[in-house]
C-alpha cells in the first residue's frame, strides 16, 4: 500500500467535520467509545449513516461486532470531551458525563443531537472500518455543534435567524 501524499492529509485538514463520540456496550456490559470527525448521513431511505473507525483502535473490536452504537454529536462545550475520548489508555468514561440513554447506551445528555443505530454493516474502507448504522432513535437540542477543522476544535459562529 501506497504511503498518502503530505498534502493530502494537509487538504483533508481543510474539511471542516462534525466532532461525534460513538458509544457501545460490549456482551460483558462494558462501555467502549471513540472519538470520530468523519460521520455523515447515507442514506434516508431507509435511514442509515456511517461512522469511521481505524482498525488499529482499541475499540475496533468492539465496534465491529456490536449489535448497536450511539452517535452523540458533540455540542461546543464538549471539547474536553472529545480530547478524552480520543486519547489512548485513559478510563474515557470516568468523569461520569455519559449516561443510559437511546437504546440503554451510553450518552451526553446535553450532546447536539443523538442518533442510535443497529449495526447494518462493516465495511473495508482501507486503514479504517465504514460502521453503516440503521437510525432507530434520534435525540435533538438547540446547542450549537463543535467542529473539528484544521487539527483542532472550533465552534460555529451563531447563525442569524431568517428574515
Not at 447515507?42 to 468492539?62: F, I, M, N, Q, W
Not at 453503516?132 to 435525540?139: E, K
Request: proline share 9%; with cysteine; net charge neutral.
Amino acid at each position: 500500500m501506497t504511503a498518502p501524499q503530505p498534502d493530502f492529509r494537509q487538504a483533508m485538514a481543510t474539511v471542516p467535520g462534525p466532532v461525534v463520540i460513538a458509544t457501545t456496550v460490549d456482551p460483558l456490559g462494558r462501555p467502549w467509545g471513540f472519538t470520530a470527525s468523519s460521520f455523515t448521513s447515507l442514506s434516508a431511505d431507509p435511514p442509515l449513516v456511517l461512522v469511521c473507525l481505524d482498525k488499529k483502535a482499541s475499540t475496533h473490536r468492539a465496534f465491529s461486532t456490536c449489535d448497536r452504537f450511539l452517535v452523540n454529536v458533540l455540542s461546543a462545550e464538549h471539547a474536553e470531551v472529545a480530547q478524552r475520548f480520543a486519547t489512548s489508555g485513559t478510563d474515557r468514561f470516568a468523569a461520569a458525563d455519559t449516561r443510559p440513554l437511546e437504546l440503554g447506551l451510553p450518552g451526553l445528555p446535553d450532546a447536539t443531537a443523538r442518533i442510535a443505530c443497529t449495526l447494518h454493516s462493516v465495511l473495508d474502507g482501507g486503514d479504517h472500518s465504514i460502521l453503516v448504522g440503521r437510525v432507530v432513535r434520534t435525540a435533538v437540542s438547540q446547542e450549537p455543534p463543535l467542529v473539528y477543522c484544521r487539527r483542532g476544535f472550533t465552534r460555529l459562529d451563531p447563525v442569524p435567524a431568517a428574515v
